[in-house]
């Protein structure tokens, strides 16, 4: 339910909103839900100093009802 959210969210932000994939990874540590978009919507996404990224931590926190989720977003230039 939180990464479908997420993902919705995100798409209202970008310009190429067929290339946003969000995954709910579980981790030992809890969930953490991987955003990917396309290269050019990586600043979009993130915001003058972080504040698009801290908004959507805040709606997906409150959508957590305190079971809440890390949102990492995932540079796709970069290989691993």
Do not use: C, W, Y
Request: hydrophobic residues 40%.
């Amino acid at each position: 339910m939180l990464a479908e959210a997420l993902e919705h969210l995100v798409r209202g932000v970008v310009d190429h909103p067929d290339d946003v994939s969000v995954r709910d990874k579980q981790l030992r540590r809890g969930s953490v839900l991987e955003v990917r978009v396309h290269p050019d919507d990586l600043g979009k996404v993130i915001g003058r100093g972080g504040r698009t990224a801290t908004a959507f931590r805040t709606v997906v926190n409150a959508l957590a009802d305190g079971n809440g989720a890390r949102i990492d977003f995932v540079d796709v230039d970069r290989e691993r």
